[in-house]
């Protein structure tokens, strides 16, 4: 059974900093992308980042590009989220997900988290 375990969430002052993680177990292979999105209140999931199997496989929506960085600890089924310069529209709650492949649409990734909450105030 594939699970997917985000923690690392909770309230961060605008300017702050917090780190996500997510670790992974009972993947049917380790060479899985893995990605983070994030659903604001009222809004739909929007894509935040992916890193592929190889650290230099990296993708960042504009929105978080030069905030945020990904990594991932392969030894260890882990994947990170460092979140710099927070901004109270980066509240949501933060998804991690795996898949056969990079990319910036939810339907591609087969395996989701159930999501850990990170809260700026404004």
């Known amino acids: 059974q594939v699970q997917l375990a985000e923690s690392g969430g909770g309230l961060v002052q605008a300017g702050g900093s917090v780190r996500l993680s997510c670790a992974a177990s009972?993947?049917?292979?380790?060479?899985?992308?893995m990605a983070w999105f994030r659903q604001a209140p009222g809004k739909e999931r929007d894509f935040v980042g992916t890193?592929?199997?190889?650290?230099?496989?990296?993708y960042y929506a504009d929105s978080v590009r030069g905030r945020f960085t990904i990594t991932r600890e392969n030894a260890k089924d882990t994947v990170y989220l460092q979140m710099n310069s927070l901004k109270s529209e980066d509240t949501a709650i933060y998804y991690c997900?795996?898949?056969?492949?990079?990319?910036?649409?939810?339907?591609?990734?087969?395996?989701w988290g159930q999501g850990t909450q990170v809260t700026v105030p404004s």
């Open positions: 009972g993947l049917p292979h380790s060479s899985y992308a």
């Open positions: 890193i592929g199997w190889s650290e230099g496989d990296l």
């Open positions: 997900a795996a898949g056969r492949y990079m990319s910036i649409l939810n339907d591609a990734y087969d395996y």
